[in-house]
């Protein structure tokens, strides 16, 4: 480590413990009742997240208690790898996703009055270039956080997937925005504060779920059910994403933390 590393380290120590510097958390509860996405038939859906008492203070351990956990890997605040879709089969799984890549700039396009008029809002090309006029390039290995306002519904099934015998109504990213992000640009991927990195009806756009087709087969990534993106600035938050290191792994459930310069 240089003498500068060192520093910055200390430096960055030093503001966590004097408050100058503040931990977001942008992770949603994990419990039985978190949100999940339902795929329709003939599709198999992931199993809820759940708990299993093994012992509790008592004969199967009288000093202890500990749980098993049962969950399907896309539950929740998670991440997804690349070989999650098929255009990125032959990618990173969670275990082999460079720890660099999950640490990164956090920036945030704000598009929660355009959402509030249409749920059904996908962001273009032009909302991205725009984004850059306004605030510069987007950073290298940065996360690209696309606000909408979304994490209001975060503990409410009905409302979060917000279906109808049409389908989800939900925000996200236009094909040609996907393909952008994807090719365009340098950032590590894309969080998203809904169900899944794709709008409610990204199935009806060309390719089939673009966020998840041209993001994951360029090696980004994308994390779902974010929370608390109002509190973030639209530049200059450092995001960590945590996941398991799940050997094959398609995703995880993941803890994600912002720091963030107190003003």
């Known amino acids: 480590m240089t003498i500068t590393t060192a520093n910055s380290v200390t430096t960055l120590l030093q503001e966590l413990a004097t408050g100058s510097v503040k931990i977001l958390d ?27 008492t093994v012992s509790e203070y008592n004969e199967p351990g009288p000093f202890w208690k500990h749980k098993n956990i049962h969950t399907g890997e896309h539950i929740g605040t998670h991440i997804d790898a690349p070989v999650h879709w098929v255009s990125g089969r032959d990618g990173h799984d969670v275990s082999t996703i460079p720890t660099e890549r999950l640490f990164g700039p956090a920036v945030v396009l704000d598009v929660t009055q355009e959402v509030a008029e249409d749920p059904d809002f996908l962001i273009r090309v032009e909302h991205l270039e725009q984004w850059q006029k306004d605030h510069g ?30 389908g989800s109504h939900t925000p996200g990213l236009s094909a040609e925005a996907a393909l952008w992000l994807a090719t365009e640009t340098n950032i590590s991927g894309i969080g998203v504060d809904t169900v899944g990195i794709d709008a409610g009806r990204g199935a009806e756009l060309e390719p089939p779920f673009p966020a998840h087709y041209h993001l994951l087969g360029n090696d980004k990534y994308g ?24 050997v094959g792994g398609t995703g995880s459930p993941a803890r994600v933390l912002a720091l963030v310069q107190n003003a």
């Open 26 to 52: 942008l992770t949603n509860r994990l419990s039985p009742e978190t949100p999940t996405l339902r795929l329709p038939d003939p599709f198999l859906n992931l199993i809820d997240f759940s708990t299993e």
């Open 137 to 166: 390039p987007l950073p290298q290995n940065a996360w690209l956080l696309l606000r909408t306002g979304w994490d209001k519904y975060a503990q409410d099934q009905e409302a979060f997937l917000n279906a109808d015998e049409t």
């Open 223 to 246: 994390v779902t059910s974010l929370q608390n993106l109002a509190e973030l600035p639209t530049t200059g938050a450092m995001l960590i994403v945590a996941p398991l290191p799940i």
